[in-house]
Structure formats: structure tokens, C-alpha cells
């Protein structure tokens, strides 16, 4: 049998390009997508030559979330099965969320479900003006349970209260106000856009933000009083730290760091 590339990868200098491959259904996950992006993913946590990872989808849309051809046959085949797909989805998430280099969005067109999902574990996203978005679940008689807890994390209960509920379609606009979006931008400018930002995340210590990413994720939930040895470990740790000897004497020589691309 003949293997799909559901997700293909390109690099230029230390940035990698993630796309998602299947534009004829809009980019939307069947299984071997999810491994494919979970598969590549995972082994930037071994690859020290990428700074930065661009995320987006071929075609005209980014990520229209579960395939819905297949809909039928997912409802039918049981208990196990669906939740073994539920897991492996959220692995996915957990993937992109902890990836441990910036990772941005370049939201090139519309994104439901699952595609959302992806979105709010971007670092940072940037959408194309006229790109629509929704959690379409409910719509479904479905429930947006395994990205819940990133989407959360993005835009807070209060909003996911009403976007869950009613499954609405919104604009890139919407997206912006609610802090699921970062940035939006005519189509035209959306390469320009992303590329000014990764320009951005080469000019920081590559393992600083590796840290800033373990910060919020480590703080998240906690309350102020038990985040102290955690946050203090972390403070301590990067003023004694190499990188931050080469920061500082650069700043103090008037020169670039040796990290700045």
C-alpha cells in the first residue's frame, strides 16, 4: 500500500515549515494525519538546528477539524475504537503545545474543530482577513472535548461557554478580540506577516524561550503562592546561565549576540 504524505515538511535555515496535505478535504484529520503531525512534532524535541516552526495547511483552508466523509463509519465502528482516536488527537495537541520552539500559525484560511484546536496551540497566530472559524462539534451532536483544555487556556471559560454551545461561525476579527488570534492580515500580506514574526523570534535566545514555554505551562492553573520554587528555579537558573553571559555581553559591547540570525 502506497503511503500518503498527510503532512509535509520543508526548512529554510532554522525554520521549519509544517503543512498540513490534504486539501481536497480541507486539511481535515483522518488518522494518519494525526500521526504524521504528531510524528513530526515530537522529534523537534531532538533537533537542535530549528529555531522556529511555521504551521499551516495547503489549499485554501487551514484545518477543517475531523473528516467529515468518514462521519458515518466513526459513529458505527465503537466505544474502543473512537477512543483510541480521542487520545491520539489529543497526544496531537499536547505535541504542538509543548513543542519546545516557537511554533506560529499562518492561518490560511478557515479552521473548525479539531483545526481550532491546532490554532490555540500556536504560540502565535496569524490569520488571513477573510478566513472564518467555529467549534462545529455541537453542530454535530459532538463535543469539543479533547481540545478543550487548550482552547481554554486561549480564550478563557467564559467565551468557550458561548462558541461551544452554539457551534456559531465567526470572522478573523472575532478570532483577534478573543486572544485566539494574535494578528490579522489581507491575504496578500499573510507571508510578509509571518515572516516579520519569525525575523522577530530569531533575535531571542533560543533557550530562553525554550524556558518561557516550560514558564507558562508550569504556572498555568497554579496559584502565585505555588509557583515560587518553580518560578525561582527557572530565574535562578537563567542569569546563571550561558546564554544569558553572551546576552549581557553583548548588550554591554554594543554588538549582536551570537544567536542573532
Known sequence: MET???????????????????????????????????????????????RAVILT???????????????????????????????????????????????????????????????SCCDIAIAERKAVFGFSEVRLGLVPAVISPFVLAKIGESRARELFLTGERFSANYALS????????????????VDEIVAQLLKSGPSAQNDIKRLIAGIRGKSKADTRGFTTDIFARRWNHEESSEGIRAFLEKRDPSWRI
Open 4 to 50: 500518503m504524505n498527510y503532512v509535509v515538511s520543508s526548512q529554510d535555515g532554522p525554520v521549519l515549515q509544517v503543512v498540513l496535505n490534504r486539501p481536497e478535504v480541507h486539511n481535515a484529520f483522518n488518522r494518519q494525519l494525526v500521526n504524521q503531525l504528531t510524528d513530526a512534532f515530537r522529534k523537534l524535541k531532538r533537533r537542535k538546528d530549528v
Open 57 to 119: 495547511g495547503s489549499g485554501r483552508s487551514f484545518c477543517a477539524g475531523a473528516d467529515l466523509t468518514a462521519i458515518e463509519k466513526v459513529a458505527n465502528r465503537g466505544f474502543d475504537r473512537n477512543l483510541t482516536d480521542g487520545q491520539a488527537i489529543f497526544d496531537l495537541m499536547m505535541a504542538v503545545d509543548s513543542c519546545p520552539v516557537p511554533v506560529v500559525g499562518k492561518i490560511n484560511g478557515p479552521a473548525f474543530g479539531g483545526g481550532m484546536g491546532l490554532m
Open 178 to 193: 478573543i486572544g485566539l488570534l494574535h494578528h490579522v492580515v489581507d491575504q496578500a500580506d499573510l507571508d510578509e506577516k
